[in-house]
């Protein structure tokens, strides 16, 4: 019998002296810098000034960070407000001295939400269009984006998928594991790239970028209807958080509503006419 087991156990990072470049924070880095390409090419396709796009990647970088920051810790471990509070903001932990773990939870959901709080904000401040407008665009970068952000966590070994039971699966060496789990991470990043696609298309090929709301509403339903199933063979990020309500765990219950919103956006919502 040929077994399908991939043994995982990679460095973490590059040892540059100073200090260690973790592979997980390159991903990150690759994600903004790729998204920043892809909006470039939208913007110019558009006719929107290079200044504005510069607004935009400040606004996308502290908005998406901070919020993926504080929606892991809202949704998912609540009790670092009281007992490691500045470890929320900061990459160490003071619990037991000063310990630098770096930022050890971030969550998709709380990125979502703070990625419209922001362009609201920057559509506000410089765009002065409509949200759903900058939001319609800048769904494209944040879906490629995603996928390297996952792939991060499985070069870290976290978001790990639940054990297979069988020959196939991939072996986590770094969690001292001897048996195969659900490549959770692998299952997201390769369906993510089929939503940038997906987008892409609409946006480029088709006229539905002109349908305010749209691609924002399809990105809504595609990204977090993934999130949804892969959960399924996904452990919980945090103890006690995986029966949260009936057979769904909390990844599932808040995708839910990020789901709704999109299918609203796609099929009912209708623009407010300007007047003269």
């Known amino acids: 019998m040929i077994a399908l087991d ?19 924070s390159l991903m990150w880095i690759v ?57 929320i903001f900061l990459p160490f932990s003071f619990k037991n001295g000063i310990e630098f773990t770096g930022f050890q939870g971030l969550a998709s959901h709380g990125a979502a939400i703070a990625m419209i709080i922001s362009m609201y904000l920057y559509n506000k401040k410089v765009l002065k269009k409509s ?18 952000v996952r792939l991060g966590n499985f070069i870290n070994s976290e978001i790990i998928g639940k054990p297979t039971g069988t020959d ?41 970028s002109e349908q305010q709301g749209f691609l924002f509403g399809l990105f809504l339903v595609l990204l977090w209807t993934v999130r949804f199933f892969v959960e399924f063979v996904k ?11 009936w057979f769904m765990n909390t990844g599932q219950v808040l995708s839910i509503p990020f789901i709704l919103i999109g299918l609203y956006f796609m099929f009912f919502y209708k623009p407010k006419t300007e007047l003269a």
């Open 6 to 24: 991939m043994v995982w156990n990679p460095s973490k990072g590059i040892d540059l002296g100073i200090f260690t470049l973790h592979y997980y």
């Open 31 to 87: 994600a903004f810098v790729l998204g920043l390409n892809i909006m470039k090419r939208i913007y110019k396709n558009e006719n929107q000034t290079n200044e504005s796009l510069d607004s935009l990647f400040i606004y996308s970088v502290i908005g998406i960070m901070l919020g993926a920051r504080l929606g892991h810790v809202i949704f998912y471990q609540r009790e670092l407000i009281t007992e490691d509070f500045w470890s």
């Open 131 to 148: 949200v759903l407008w900058i939001l319609d665009r800048v769904v494209i970068p944040v879906a490629s984006g995603a996928v390297f």
């Open 168 to 208: 196939f699966g991939v072996t986590f060496k770094q969690l001292g594991e001897d048996f195969p789990r659900h490549p959770a991470q692998l299952y997201e990043a390769g369906s993510y790239i089929f939503v940038f696609f997906i987008l892409w298309y609409f946006y480029w090929k088709t006229k539905k």
């Open 235 to 245: 452990e919980a990020q945090v103890e006690g958080r995986d029966d949260y309500v």
